[in-house]
């Protein structure tokens, strides 16, 4: 009997672990550039629940306190490989954000999709084949301020791209570099 309930205890475990291998995922254009593989994966360990949530249709500042409170613990209880705070509540946040925004506007984002893939393309198979991804991204955010703004001047300090950037191509900015890490991978 007690050899049965250490098999069902194990089969349950089991099966909680199985699930959240399926959870939502942190769409890896929404996580900051310092941010790695290893940090984006404890962030989604983390917030998988909420970022399900969020996807379904929930509230963000709801998924965000929870977010932020288990990241919380998670980093005061070392369980973090390392990481801190900062990193991981960036990434977190920008993940919900930007699932949010998705579920909300999905037409949108699909248009965008498509506008900024035909504007890009040549550079994403450029990435595909071993081309640099830095010259490529600022490349493509060139292109992408040009076809809003056709007298538009590529800004040498890469920093300050996103000064006086309108919201419409932050959407964009954000198409183009998931594209492009797509490309990488």
């Excluded at 194990?10 to 900051?32: D, H, K, N, R």
Aim: glycine residues 8%; aromatic residues 8%.
């Amino acid at each position: 009997m007690k050899k049965l309930s250490k098999i069902i205890v194990t089969m349950l475990l089991a099966g909680t672990v199985s699930q959240t291998a399926f959870a939502a995922e942190i769409p890896i254009e929404s996580a900051p550039c310092n941010a790695t593989q290893e940090s984006i994966a404890i962030v989604e360990e983390l917030i998988a629940d909420e970022l399900a949530e969020i996807e379904n249709g929930g509230g963000f500042q709801t998924a965000w306190a929870k977010a932020s409170g288990d990241i919380r613990n998670a980093v005061i209880n070392g369980e973090t490989n390392g990481y801190g705070y900062g990193l991981l509540a960036s990434i977190a946040r920008n993940s919900l954000l930007q699932c949010r925004d998705m579920y909300l506007r999905p037409d949108y984002y699909a248009e965008q999709n498509e506008a900024v893939y035909n504007l890009i393309a040549d550079l994403i198979v450029e990435v595909q084949n071993g081309g640099d991804y830095g010259k490529a991204l600022d490349e493509a955010y060139t292109r992408i301020l040009q076809s809003g703004n056709p007298s538009y001047e590529p800004v040498t300090d890469t920093d300050k791209i996103y000064l006086d950037v309108p919201a419409v191509d932050m959407v964009k900015f954000s198409r183009a570099r998931k594209f492009l890490l797509e490309a990488i991978q």
